[in-house]
């Protein structure tokens, strides 16, 4: 299907719907969120592709750290992180972030992360629709937890993270996110042409 890294795209992020701002009040977050096994993601720019991308997973984050200095690959520590819960861990209140890769990797470590069922249900039916070998987002397991944000506001004591897209697609480039836990980053990215909606995508720990 051609349009399915668009369509991908403006599943995620809610493109095709409004883009106003929820008014729900947060709520007080009661869980004590420390005793819980937590994460901290790691985000990674690279300036030769200028592409960003997170992860939690210690493990790769070694890798990029050594493929970085041995191999040159171009990706560094942005600097910005923000904490979540194992994936494995039972933490009331939270839910796994679906991760959906694309197909073919190019560049590399091209991902989507979400936690809305809506979304990663949409976004399952999108890769079942494009066949073996043609571009898609595949889907590779859940990266880590964290809490939902489904009436646009995070429980007090979190850390509302937004999602913003690079319109890849309509200028004929790779497609790529970025996850950001500051509004100042995000209108920052929307200054320089990404497209977001001001509202938590999701909800993360204090890192």
Same mark, same amino acid.
């Given at each position: 299907?051609?349009?399915?890294?668009?369509?991908?795209?403006?599943?995620?992020?809610?493109?095709?719907?409004?883009?106003?701002?929820?008014?729900?009040?947060?709520?007080?977050?009661?869980?004590?969120?420390?005793?819980?096994?937590?994460? =901290?993601?790691? !985000?990674?720019?690279?300036?030769? #592709?200028?592409?960003?991308?997170?992860?939690?997973? &210690? *493990?790769?984050? @070694?890798?990029?750290?050594?493929?970085?200095?041995?191999?040159?690959?171009?990706?560094?520590?942005?600097?910005?992180?923000?904490?979540?819960?194992?994936?494995?861990?039972?933490?009331?209140?939270?839910?796994?972030?679906?991760?959906?890769?694309?197909?073919?990797?190019?560049?590399?470590?091209?991902?989507?992360? =979400?936690?809305? !069922?809506?979304?990663?249900?949409? #976004?399952?039916?999108?890769?079942?629709?494009?066949? &073996? *070998?043609?571009? @898609?987002?595949?889907?590779?397991?859940?990266?880590?937890?964290?809490?939902?944000?489904?009436?646009?506001?995070?429980?007090?004591?979190?850390?509302?993270?937004?999602?913003?897209?690079?319109?890849?697609?309509?200028?004929?480039?790779?497609?790529?996110?970025?996850?950001?836990?500051?509004?100042?980053?995000?209108?920052?990215?929307?200054?320089?042409?990404?497209?977001?909606?001001?509202?938590?995508?999701?909800?993360?720990? &204090?890192?």
């Amino acid at each position: 299907m051609k349009n399915l890294y668009r369509n991908a795209a403006i599943v995620a992020l809610g493109l095709a719907g409004s883009s106003a701002l929820a008014t729900a009040t947060p709520v007080v977050f009661t869980n004590q969120v420390e005793k819980y096994p937590h994460l =901290t993601a790691v !985000e990674y720019y690279n300036p030769r #592709l200028d592409r960003y991308f997170v992860t939690a997973d &210690p *493990g790769e984050q @070694a890798v990029t750290d050594e493929e970085a200095w041995l191999l040159e690959t171009g990706w560094q520590r942005s600097g910005k992180s923000f904490g979540v819960w194992h994936a494995d861990a039972v933490v009331p209140g939270t839910a796994i972030a679906c991760r959906f890769a694309a197909d073919p990797i190019i560049p590399p470590r091209s991902f989507y992360d =979400t936690m809305n !069922e809506t979304e990663c249900a949409s #976004l399952l039916q999108l890769e079942r629709d494009s066949p &073996p *070998g043609r571009r @898609a987002w595949r889907y590779v397991g859940g990266s880590f937890r964290a809490i939902p944000a489904p009436n646009g506001a995070c429980p007090i004591g979190l850390v509302p993270v937004y999602a913003l897209y690079n319109l890849g697609f309509e200028r004929g480039v790779d497609l790529n996110f970025r996850y950001v836990s500051s509004l100042d980053d995000f209108n920052a990215m929307i200054d320089q042409g990404w497209v977001g909606v001001a509202r938590p995508h999701f909800c993360a720990r &204090p890192d």
